[in-house]
């Protein structure tokens, strides 16, 4: 059998956030072997040039110097060898997020593509790494968390862990530091969860509660057959959200206040939240780690991979990730209908819905929405949020249609049956098919108007005809995120068709919507706001001052546009109805209030 290839991993030195990483090949390519750092990792789709974090790099055989060149941005060559060589590189890391590789005093983080070169042409070649401690006091107190299988290892600790190839070794994630592990099974399949930070997070409730999400997803889409263990890695700071998703692990990013402590009881917004973004990562190992698109199969990491399936592989899991909460009994409907009208809201505000279609917003996110400017409120649409949309949508679509005989759980089902296990890749319209086999409908004219066109969604039609009533009112101000009713005498009356922002402690204009009354004055993003009706402004108070206008009221803006002062008129328009809430209906008839109590799973 081939020699594995061998890695190790140390903290040269964590004051400078440096890395040194050795790769040793037992059989390289004669005529010199060749390496190469990804550019991007999968499940966040724009390049990232993980190469240029490498300061320095070198290699040697029988310890011996050989020439090494760089032969592409992220490429290196070395002279050929007769014996085994090895790759001596040094990586800065100083990127704390779930994407990159982050090391200090405190601890280590690192992701795959950002550590570790592919040896090209032997990616299929068995793996191992040795991550080793950092010569430092804090390092003694240190445990590590990864998902990787040990070798030579202790739980939790130092030595030699092992993947099968490159593609997976390069999917464990690892952290490292004085972290709160606790652990629990789901199905029988061990799970663990990690947080590194200074939190009091109530880990007995924390288990519980990721045991009894995590039991929802499983039983609805049953256990992959390689899913033999699975760690949660949270990074627990002062502020932050996020989240990536892996095969057997998920790495994420929350606020540690949002964490319950003990005596807390029921779940709080911020809770829901986290539990939300649990649910979405862990919903990731069989719809996108798994079932993938074809594009995806395998993995090409030197450039980008376009497909018009990111609205199925995110904006379907956006959909499960709160309705699994509601229907786990972990929140109430009412609370679950409150998180559906703030994604609404988030949609309804967008204007780039009327420009792109969500088959686009999937195609282009190397380059929109991974890379948004001022103006992206006015040209794109997430295929998160309006992806979500569409699946709820879709599902309750095919709730009324069928009779109750088919649901968006039933398609799902049967796509992971075709290309969960299997290793195909989802053909592009992949999902259309499947539903269109699964219910026996004509969903063309759907799938078309609502996936590749820009008119808006049949959401008040499908809701009511499941007891739940659609609503609009006007935005109660920039941190109004919609989701629940507010008398209607309370909110602004106009709105000026721009957000305002406090940038170094100026108000600054950090977004203009198309056809507001703020871009028909002639304001650009990036304005600095100096008054009103030749009132100084400042960002904190503004909306409260916006509250005494009516629609028609002319009005002086001044700003500063660079160096140099402007002022333009601006004429006040009526505020519009783009904040959604939704509420159950009082009036629902027994067939209507079974099948709302079908989709959200009240018993």
Not at 114 to 135: L, N, S, W, Y
Not at 515 to 525: H, K, R, Y
Not at 567 to 596: G, H, N, Q, V
Request: aromatic share 8%; charged share 25%.
């Amino acid at each position: 059998m081939a020699d594995p290839h061998h890695y190790q991993i140390r903290p040269l030195d964590p004051a400078a956030h440096l890395f040194e990483v050795r790769l040793t090949v037992a059989a390289p390519e004669p005529g010199g072997q060749e390496f190469a750092l990804p550019a991007w990792i999968p499940g966040s789709y724009m390049i990232r040039d993980y190469a240029r974090h490498v300061i320095a790099i070198r290699a040697e055989s029988d310890g011996v110097g050989i020439a090494i060149s760089k032969v592409e941005k992220n490429r290196w060559r070395t002279a050929p060898a007769r014996r085994a060589v090895t790759l001596i590189l040094e990586v800065y890391a100083h990127d704390d997020n779930v994407r990159g590789a982050h090391l200090d005093t405190t601890h280590a983080y690192f992701n795959g593509p950002c550590v570790f070169p592919a040896v090209v042409g032997q990616e299929d070649r068995a793996c191992e790494v040795d991550i080793m401690t950092a010569d430092i006091a804090a390092a003694k107190k240190w445990r590590v968390a990864t998902s990787m299988r040990p070798i030579e290892a202790p739980q939790y600790g130092f030595g030699r862990y092992g993947a099968v190839d490159y593609a997976e070794l390069i999917d464990h994630p690892v952290e490292i530091g004085a972290l709160l592990i606790g652990e629990f099974q789901v199905g029988g399949i061990p799970h663990t969860i990690a947080i590194r930070g200074k939190t009091r997070a109530d880990m007995a409730r924390l288990c519980r509660d990721l045991q009894t999400l995590c039991e929802h997803h499983m039983e609805m889409l049953g256990a992959p057959q390689d899913l033999d263990r699975y760690l949660f890695l949270l990074n627990a700071p002062g502020s932050g959200y996020g989240g990536l998703e892996h095969r057997w692990s998920s790495s994420l990013v929350c606020a540690r206040d949002s964490l319950p402590i003990r005596g807390d009881d029921g779940v709080s917004d911020d809770y829901q939240m986290f539990l939300g973004l649990v649910s979405h990562e862990y919903f990731h190992l069989w719809n996108v780690k798994r079932m993938k698109p074809e594009v995806f199969t395998p993995y090409d990491l030197s450039t980008e991979s376009h497909t018009e399936l990111l609205w199925v592989f995110e904006g379907i899991t956006s959909y499960y990730d709160d309705l699994a909460l509601v229907r786990s009994g972990m929140i109430a409907p009412e609370d679950y209908l409150n998180l559906l009208g703030q994604t609404m809201t988030r949609v309804l505000r967008g204007y780039g819905r009327r420009r792109q279609s969500v088959a686009e917003s999937s195609f282009d996110a190397w380059t929109k929405i991974y890379q948004q400017d001022a103006n992206a409120g006015n040209a794109i649409v997430s295929y998160y949020t309006k992806g979500s949309m569409i699946a709820l949508v879709l599902d309750l679509k095919l709730r009324v249609e069928t009779s109750g005989r088919v649901s968006l759980d039933d398609v799902m089902r049967a796509c992971w049956q075709r290309w969960g296990e299997s290793g195909s890749g989802m053909p592009e319209k992949g999902l259309e098919d499947v539903c269109a086999e699964v219910s026996g409908l004509d969903l063309g004219d759907f799938f078309d108007a609502t996936v590749r066109g820009t008119g808006e969604l049949p959401l008040e039609t499908l809701l009511r005809e499941h007891g739940v009533a659609y609503c609009l009112r006007r935005s109660n101000g920039r941190k109004d995120k919609g989701g629940k009713h507010i008398d209607a005498a309370k909110l602004p009356v106009v709105w000026m068709g721009a957000t305002v922002q406090n940038r170094s402690g100026k108000p600054v204009f950090s977004s203009v919507a198309n056809g507001g009354p703020a871009e028909l004055a002639g304001v650009s993003p990036g304005d600095e706001l100096v008054a009103l009706d030749g009132v100084r402004v400042q960002a904190s108070g503004f909306e409260s001052r916006i509250r005494r206008y009516h629609g028609g009221d002319k009005s002086q803006l001044t700003v500063f546009r660079g160096d140099e002062l402007l002022s333009m008129t601006i004429k006040w328009a009526a505020a519009p109805e783009d904040t959604c809430y939704l509420e159950l209906s009082a009036d629902t008839d027994a067939e209507t209030a079974a099948r709302r109590d079908a989709w959200l799973g009240i018993a």
